[in-house]
């Protein structure tokens, strides 16, 4: 585990670049990730990022792909066309989670 300065704060990322501390996270932080990967955040793709942390708050590991579109009610196509290529990924990523288990 390693320090990364973003959004001009010192946060904790593992070896790929994601966030280990789950109250490091903000939403400036998020916008800076989300531009790290070329992705300009709109009002649903913090809903997503929003229940993504919820989700990871009650259960303890972050979502999958499935868990988002069925208990968050976001159909997959939409989750595909927020985070291109690897949605669940990127929304982790953004959400400042670990990368959900399954991911490569």
């Not at 990322?13 to 996270?25: K, L, R």
């Not at 939409?78 to 959400?95: R, S």
Request: proline share 5%; net charge negative.
């Amino acid at each position: 585990m390693s320090l990364a300065t973003i959004a001009g704060r010192d946060v904790h990322v593992d070896e790929e670049g994601f966030m280990t501390e789950y109250d490091e996270w903000s939403e400036e932080v998020a916008g800076q990730l989300a531009s790290n990967i070329a992705i300009e955040l709109t009002d649903r793709h913090m809903e997503v990022i929003d229940f993504l942390r919820e989700d990871y708050k009650a259960q303890g590991e972050t979502a999958t792909l499935r868990r988002v579109t069925t208990v968050g009610g976001i159909p997959t196509k939409e989750l595909f066309q927020l985070f291109p290529k690897k949605p669940a990924k990127k929304m982790a990523y953004i959400a400042g989670l670990p990368k959900p288990k399954g991911c490569v």
